[in-house]
């Protein structure tokens, strides 16, 4: 049985990022002296990895200024808006229109926006969840206004981050290329510092690393003086301003997506758990942020919350992923139970290893120590925002619950809950939070 205790593995409070992160500011020359420079008079909590940390200050040093990036007058679009090119952020034919897509800039010279187009930001991160984010739109959608809209905003940054990452999606930044010099010393300090070589052909790292690169200076502009005209990092900046939320937290997804360009193994379980933190806990922590807490514990919780729905998909996934050359599995864990590459690889024919049965035990056991933490988030959150967080992790179990009752016959045919089922535990939790709170 493992350590209930996520923070006892790994606290985002201890690691130097939230203090290098302000270390670097405009020019590459700085990049360059801190990464020369002696890390040895920082004092941090738990010992750390010197090559992670330089990585991080390169990361932490991308920004965004007026004069290395093309800027556009408001005024000038104001004359736009009354044309047809200003129509929304639905089509003709039902697509999803940026309101925006027109403006070869990215930036506006204005410090402040209009309301109107804050609020056609928001509708077009709205109009995007709703078409891709599934069970998750439905649970957002019982948030109070305010609370529903800034979360939509939040999952439209995800979304598109996870769509440049491993999908086909192309962001767009007016002025951008993958050989900018920018851009290509960017990549180049990440791989330089990084174990290992890309894990994907030249062309498409390259391409990849320099979207994220400038999807991370898109980021920069929620919290800084200049905003993007990009909708969904207009409607975030109107967020981050309203709850507060830390960049480091959204910075640390983005260093989850680029992780898994240069690494495709997992050797242990703590090594899992930090890429489990990037890519979802700190989604949870951000999400309270807007949900609204009571007490610091609720970070913990949430922290919790994060990794016991990655942890499902990864088991869930395992087949897909192993198609791409991908094992999330601690491979630690895997061989003690005589499991190995070429054994999760064989499909569904890892079913009549007898290793499998026990070591998804094992793994959902791990699990489920990180669920039970996570349920004890939801009664230290404002009660108008209980019901999303406590539905989708209800989604969660009753999908860890379908793997245990099929003995991890995760190959056969995908995992899931049918919409009869959603329905119905949707309703459970609701009529839980209405009358019963939690």
């Not at 004069?67 to 999803?96: D, H, N, P, Q, Y």
């Not at 739109?137 to 948030?143: A, D, I, N």
């Not at 039970?372 to 108008?384: G, I, P, T, V």
Request: glycine share 6%; hydrophobic share 35%.
């Amino acid at each position: 049985m493992q350590d209930t205790n996520p923070l006892g593995r790994h606290s985002s409070g201890s690691r130097p990022r939230q203090i290098l992160r302000y270390m670097a500011e405009d020019t590459e020359s700085d990049i360059e002296i801190i990464l020369e420079a002696e890390l040895s008079e920082i004092v941090y909590s738990e010992p750390i990895d010197r090559q992670e940390d330089q990585i991080d200050i390169v990361r932490a040093a991308v920004d965004i200024t007026k004069e290395a990036a093309r800027a556009i007058s408001i005024t000038a679009l104001e004359a736009v808006r009354e044309s047809a090119l200003f129509m929304g952020v639905i089509g003709s034919r039902g697509e999803l229109l940026d309101p925006f897509k027109h403006i070869d800039a990215a930036i506006w010279t204005e410090p402040e926006i209009p309301e109107h187009m804050i609020e056609t930001s928001y509708e077009f991160c709205e109009e995007l969840t709703r078409r891709e984010a599934g069970n998750f739109y439905h649970s957002f959608k019982y948030l109070p206004t305010e609370k529903r809209r800034s979360i939509m905003a939040y999952y439209a940054f995800c979304r598109r981050a996870d769509d440049i990452a491993d999908g086909d999606f192309v962001d767009i930044f007016p002025g951008g290329s993958s050989d900018n010099p920018e851009s290509v010393n960017y990549r180049s300090n990440i791989e330089r510092l990084s174990p290992g070589g890309p894990i994907l052909d030249r062309s498409t790292y390259n391409d990849k690393m320099s979207q994220l690169f400038y999807y991370r200076k898109k980021l920069s502009t929620a919290y800084g003086g200049f905003t993007s005209t990009d909708p969904i990092f207009i409607a975030l900046k109107d967020t981050v301003r309203k709850y507060g939320i830390q960049r480091q937290l959204l910075d640390d997804m983005i260093s989850g997506m680029e992780n898994d360009f240069h690494k495709n193994r997992y050797q242990t379980f703590e090594e899992l758990y930090s890429y489990c933190y990037r890519v979802a806990s700190t989604v949870g922590l951000v999400c309270i942020e807007i949900y609204g807490y009571d007490e610091p514990k609720a970070k913990e919780y949430a922290e919790s919350w994060g990794v016991f729905m990655q942890l499902i998909n990864i088991i869930r996934d395992v087949s897909e992923d192993a198609e791409r050359d991908r094992i999330y599995l601690p491979m630690e864990d895997l061989a003690r139970w005589g499991i190995s590459e070429d054994d999760i690889k064989s499909g569904k024919d890892l079913l009549d290893h007898p290793g499998w049965a026990p070591f998804v035990e094992e793994y959902l056991d791990r699990a489920d120590n990180y669920r039970q933490r996570a349920f004890k988030l939801f009664s230290h959150l404002d009660k108008s925002a209980r019901y999303s967080p406590a539905a989708m992790a209800s989604f969660y179990q009753s999908i860890m619950g379908k793997i245990t009752k099929k003995k991890g016959d995760v190959f056969t045919e995908r995992i899931q809950l049918t919409k009869t089922e959603k329905i119905l535990l949707a309703g459970y939790v609701y009529v839980r939070y209405r009358f019963f709170g939690f």
